[in-house]
């Protein structure tokens, strides 16, 4: 069963939602971009930026640079940032899921070596899970690392892979040893340095234009055997908690927040009844999921175990993030036939959004795997 206990925010917490705002005018420069989208604004010099003000690796110890703050401060940072528009892809991976796994199964030299780049905002990480065949089910992957004295020999593809054309690092699933009937055993994860390493990547367009995510070819590369995350063959189980951590953020619902935020500003004061109701509707939604991210955000706070909460919020939030451009085009009809200056940056966000949104609900585990998991904790199958 679940549980989503309410959270009240602190007055500390809402001096730093300030500050960020504060900063957001500041930068005016960087955004905002057309859509609140974490993965298609990757700017190494706005993640530096953020490195300065302490507001990557927040809750991470002092002795890697982290600020040791709650998880309620960095839910504040990230929802203010997503949705302004700011382009947050560079370092989001590394913030959110490749830095915590480090401190949880990395050992002392890799955190050593790894964090500090990533809290400045100069260290980027990718994720490479999904293959070719491979996406929902996991356990089956194919990509290969062999034991040779020092190192491991990786063969495989992985597919799908967000900036690995882009970031510096990407922390892979593999099979070190061969399947057996337990499915879960002999898999591992390991750091491969996609600059140096000598590995293949080609990036796919998708469907708006853009080159955000990749294939990527491992043929014979060679990685220290210290690249090894946590223990050898214990690779499902911290993938698993990863995906707690991929998840549960505000990113599961804001992607299309600027499409709303448009839609307040183009109805004016005065919105017609439609327009309204329409608008009502979406708020009340985006608050609702807020106050489930927020208690998630407390139950990582207190340690708990998120994965049933986690995928619950990813699936009611990827469901309504792609609901909120079919609402919104529905409270202005007349999209197509309008002069794009009178509806002005509407127009990008809602163009850009309706062509992202399909893969709302693929990226992070599909709608039926997270009713999948949701079901299990409900005892339903
Ligand atoms: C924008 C974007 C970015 C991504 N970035 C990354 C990344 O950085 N790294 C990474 O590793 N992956 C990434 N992915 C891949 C993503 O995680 C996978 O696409 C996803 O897990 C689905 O896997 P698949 O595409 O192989 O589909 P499949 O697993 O083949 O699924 C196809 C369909 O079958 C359904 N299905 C599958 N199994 C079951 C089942 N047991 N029961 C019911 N239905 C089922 C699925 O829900 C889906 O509708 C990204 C994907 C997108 C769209």
């Given amino acids: ?16 939602r300030a500050q960020v705002r504060a900063f957001i005018d ?48 960095r839910l504040v940072v990230t929802e203010e940032l997503l949705s302004a528009g700011a382009p947050v892809s560079a370092h989001w991976i590394a913030d959110r899921q490749s830095g915590p796994l480090l401190l949880r199964f990395g050992t002392p030299e890799q955190r050593q070596r790894y964090l500090p780049g990533i809290i400045r905002g100069e260290r980027f990480f990718s994720i490479g899970m ?13 990509t290969s690392a062999t034991a040779e004295g020092d190192a491991y020999r990786i063969n495989g593809t992985k597919v799908w892979t967000t900036d690995a054309h882009r970031n510096h690092f990407i922390i892979c699933l593999v099979r070190t040893a061969a399947q057996t009937e337990n499915r879960h055993a002999g898999l591992s994860q390991i750091i491969v340095d996609l600059k140096n390493d000598g590995v293949k990547i080609r990036p796919i367009r998708n469907m708006a234009g853009g ?22 063959g214990n690779g499902w189980q911290q993938v698993t908690s990863e995906l707690a ?41 985006f608050m609702t999921l807020r106050r489930m991210s927020l208690s998630v955000a407390g139950m990582l706070e207190a340690g708990k175990d ?55 609900t693929l990226r992070g585990g599909t709608r039926e795997i997270l009713r999948g998991v949701i079901a299990r904790s409900l005892g339903l199958r």
């Avoid at 995510?213 to 090894?228: C, G, H, Q, S």
């Avoid at 998120?306 to 990827?318: H, I, S, T």
Wanted: glycine share 8%; proline share 7%; with cysteine.
């Fill in 245 to 285: 951590y991929e998840r549960s953020g505000p990113e599961r619902f804001l992607s299309a927040y600027r499409v709303f935020a448009e839609l307040i500003r183009l109805c004016g004061d005065s919105p017609a009844p439609h327009q309204a109701a329409a608008i009502g509707r979406l708020a009340g939604h």
């Fill in 130 to 142: 999904s293959e070719p065949d491979t996406g929902s089910d996991l356990a089956s992957v194919r």
């Fill in 211 to 232: 080159e955000d995510f990749n294939e990527v070819v491992f043929e014979d590369v060679l990685v220290p055997k210290n690249r090894i995350v946590g223990e050898p």
């Fill in 26 to 73: 500041e930068n005016r420069a960087y955004l905002p971009r057309p859509n609140s989208d974490f993965v298609t604004g990757h700017d190494p010099e706005f993640s530096q930026k953020l490195g300065e003000r302490g507001w990557i690796g927040m809750t991470w110890p002092a002795q890697y640079g982290g600020g040791e703050r709650s998880n309620f401060e």
């Fill in 306 to 360: 998120v994965v049933v909460e986690a995928a619950l919020v990813k699936e009611l939030g990827n469901n309504f993030e792609k609901l909120v451009p079919e609402v919104a085009r529905l409270a202005v009809p007349d999209i197509a036939h309008t002069d794009a200056a009178a509806l002005g940056l509407f127009r990008q966000t809602f163009d850009e959004t309706m062509l992202l949104s399909p893969s709302f």
């Fill in 1 to 16: 069963m679940f549980q989503f206990d309410r959270v009240a925010l602190s007055d500390e917490t809402q001096d730093l």
